[in-house]
């Protein structure tokens, strides 16, 4: 069964372009807007890759450490695909498609540890902050991946604690104290079709790619997280190539959040 | 006390000011942004779709409408994920709304799904979804016999308030809250739901009052799906 | 008294009125409700003689029969196969009498002739309800598509893309050298001897589809493929 779509777009990668005339390491334009519904959410932030367009928001709660972390406190990421910005998301329980962006955005997270969990902890055993951070894509024109982890770093920088006075949160009330964030981590998604590794990929290169992965770096450019997604294998020369990408992506990436 | 100044400062026949725009879902067949005073939903239309047998009507589509605040959107802790008790009755409410001025006869057998979301809510939550919604339906072509518009209205002492906010909402001497959609060009209501304590005299005054808050929030729709177009 | 509420080309949306008075009557997206006439859709108004109606600007594909329109096999069964086209949930039919002139024997490779994802051009023959959906390749300027990119357009905005017996598509493959295919359903098919001048061809499709509306597109659109020759 041959893919005429899949089989014009590797003649058009031939000849050093993508059909959008994009070159392989080229990102799409990138906004960022910082507190978009500051009202109800401790911090939010709205991404756009291109024409897509993701939304994170975060929700402060405070609860009980994990037993086995008692001076630790807690990050819960979750990213849901809404029907509203691709025909083909369905409504119901999480696809494990939305499982998937979930966990691969909260390791880019957790995994550079951007998030001081010490400093989260109130009273060691006791009490702690929770981080919740809630991640919606409002149209899918391609690289959720990227837009998610963009967006969901975005509204971590946008969070200011509510009051707490000891024992209850006052969510009217908002201080001016941030979340305990260390250096900025980063993803960059590589996908590859053929021979061609490239960046930022539109629905229709997202529907015919070989093989993707997802890449999480540190601030000093180590790896701190990955995920390989897509039918086909890598080879450990495509593995290394595709992570000095993404490294040269990522200040790019980061530029966009300062 | 006499609730007479409202806590934000607006008379009592005065909309929160709004932020309107269409087509924002560029891969939906048609949507909208509103957002009015701190209230912000957006809509969007996906289909045809093909739904089961026992959903169908052979005659034409089914309009499935679908409600969601977003985790981080509600007043206070985060919204548990998923369809609530009460997220499935605005569902159910929003699609009774919108349905009289639908004609829905080119999709036989099929479905037309309406999504809403909320970004952020400060009352008036199902009211702006519905008038997100009816924008999104216009711009996604379905034939309509007129635009729907929703309004929240408030009443304390023979007093009528539109367009309430939460505060208003939560007002400890009790204001009876009024949620109203209506053609305007009909003067028809499509949806229709009280809390509270109104004499009949305070309902009628109040629904005359939404009339008049729709007229104007109706103003900012027609705006927002002609200036799509606008050269 | 009958009297026009708007003009020519004006952007108008659904209840909107367009004319007062039982001198006019509703066509295309028109309907009347006691004395006025309304449009139901968003679009431009158009009246000719007492003919009042509304050239959509936005709206999904409603399957008719004569339409040519763009989709992929899904599934080959004994007697034909079953085509998925955009803007539709249900699939169309193309039996094995109207795939070939060839007489094509029950139980022979149907893959010969189509196969899985091959993407065809074909016209609709007939439709009943919205589940029965007839298709042929039978005649002329129907068939299979080869390698291309493909790019979808409002299906609203088809027959400008398409232009008065094909006029406007005629100037795009012109001028970009490119083999385009559109089906009613608002897929389009583009190949090109280089990518630059597919690319070409798709941003003039996609001014032709911010743009419809305004006057003066097909000058626009011959000035643009002018200038990024």
Redesign the interface.
């Known amino acids: 069964?041959?893919?005429?779509?899949k089989?014009?777009?590797e003649?058009?990668f031939e000849?050093g372009?993508?059909?959008?005339?994009r070159k392989f390491d080229a990102y799409r334009k990138i906004t960022v807007e910082y507190g978009?519904?500051?009202?109800?959410?401790?911090g939010?932030a709205k991404v756009t890759i291109g024409?897509t367009?993701v939304?994170a928001?975060?929700?402060l709660?405070v609860g009980t450490p994990f037993p086995d972390t008692p001076d630790e406190g807690a990050l819960m990421v979750?990213a849901?695909l809404?029907?509203?910005?691709?025909?083909k998301f369905e409504?119901g329980?999480p696809t494990i498609d939305s499982i998937e962006l979930s966990r691969v955005t909260d390791r880019v997270i957790r995994e550079s540890r951007f998030v001081d969990f010490n400093k989260l902890c109130i009273k060691k055993g006791e009490k702690c902050w929770m981080i919740?951070v809630?991640i919606?894509p409002?149209?899918?024109?391609g690289n959720l991946f990227d837009a998610a982890a963009l967006a969901a770093l975005a509204a971590l920088k946008d969070a200011k604690y509510p009051e707490f006075d000891g024992e209850k949160?006052d969510?009217s009330k908002r201080t001016n104290k941030s979340l305990p964030l260390g250096k900025l981590p980063m993803a960059c998604t590589i996908m590859k079709i053929g021979n061609t590794l490239f960046v930022d990929p539109t629905?229709?290169e997202e529907e015919v790619i070989d093989s993707r992965l997802t890449i999480g770096l540190l601030d000093d450019d180590r790896v701190c997280s990955m995920q390989k997604g897509g039918e086909e294998g890598l080879t450990i020369e495509e593995v290394d190539k595709m992570v000095e990408l993404a490294i040269k992506k990522a200040k790019e990436l980061r530029n966009a959040l300062k | 006390m006499a609730y007479t100044k409202r806590f934000d400062g607006r008379k009592a026949d005065e909309i929160r000011p709004i932020e309107a725009k269409v087509g924002?879902?560029?891969?939906?067949?048609g949507?909208a942004s509103f957002k009015t005073g701190?209230t912000?939903a957006?809509?969007?239309v996906?289909?045809p779709?093909d739904i089961n047998r026992f959903q169908q009507d052979p005659e034409k589509g089914v309009l499935r409408c679908?409600y969601?605040m977003?985790?981080?959107?509600?007043?206070?802790?985060?919204v548990r994920?998923?369809p609530s008790r009460r997220s499935k009755e605005i569902s159910m409410v929003t699609g009774k709304a919108l349905l009289p001025v639908i004609d829905l006869g080119s999709f036989p057998g099929a479905a037309i799904?309406v999504?809403i979301?909320l970004?952020?809510?400060?009352a008036g939550t199902r009211c702006a979804g519905i008038t997100a919604a009816a924008m999104a339906l216009a711009d996604a072509g379905i034939p309509m016999n007129d635009l729907v518009t929703s309004v929240a209205v408030g009443v304390i002492d023979n007093k009528v308030f539109v367009d309430v906010n939460k505060e208003e909402e939560d007002y400890e001497d009790g204001m009876a809250d009024i949620a109203v959609a209506m053609s305007v060009r009909t003067k028809k209501i499509t949806l229709l739901q009280l809390d509270g304590f109104v004499s009949r005299e305070e309902l009628k005054k109040a629904l005359e009052s939404a009339y008049g808050a729709c007229e104007k929030i109706k103003e900012v729709q027609v705006k927002a799906l002609k200036d799509k177009y606008k050269v | 008294m009958s009297e026009i509420k708007v003009n020519e080309r004006d952007i108008i949306i659904p209840g909107e009125i367009i004319a007062t008075g039982l001198d006019y009557l509703p066509s295309g997206n028109v309907i009347r409700e006691g004395d006025n006439l309304i449009s139901t859709r968003v679009g431009l108004v158009n009246i000719t003689g007492r003919f009042v109606k509304v050239i959509p600007l936005t709206g999904s594909y409603i399957p008719k029969r004569g339409d040519l329109i763009i989709g992929k096999i899904a599934d080959i069964g004994l007697s034909g196969w079953r085509v998925d086209f955009s803007g539709w949930p249900y699939q169309a039919n193309l039996s094995l009498k109207e795939a070939s002139s060839d007489f094509i024997e029950r139980g022979a490779d149907l893959t010969k002739y189509f196969?899985?994802?091959?993407?065809i051009v074909a016209e609709i023959i007939n439709v009943l309800g919205s589940k029965i959906i007839d298709l042929t390749v039978k005649a002329p300027g129907l068939r299979k598509?080869?390698?291309?990119?493909?790019m979808q357009v409002t299906s609203a905005k088809v027959p400008r893309v398409i232009g008065k017996q094909g006029s406007m598509i005629s100037m795009i493959k012109e001028a970009t050298g490119c083999r385009i295919s559109v089906g009613q359903n608002g897929v389009v098919w583009i190949?090109g001897d280089?990518?630059?001048k597919?690319?070409l061809a798709?941003k003039a499709i996609e001014k032709i589809e911010a743009e419809s509306h305004i006057q003066g597109l097909t000058e626009r659109i011959k000035e643009f493929l002018e200038k990024n020759k």
């Open positions: 069964m041959i893919n005429v779509i089989e014009h777009m003649s058009i000849k372009t993508r059909e959008d005339g978009i519904s500051p009202k109800s959410a401790e939010s024409d367009i939304v928001g975060i929700k709660e979750n849901e809404l029907p509203l910005s691709n025909p409504m329980p919740m809630d919606y409002l149209n899918d024109a949160v969510y629905p229709v | 924002v879902v560029k891969r939906a067949l949507s701190k912000w957006f809509a969007a996906q289909g779709k679908n969601n977003m985790a981080f959107s509600g007043s206070g802790e985060r994920p998923g799904d999504y979301e970004v952020q809510t400060d | 196969n899985y994802g091959d993407y598509l080869g390698p291309g990119r493909f190949s280089s990518p630059e597919e690319l798709v």
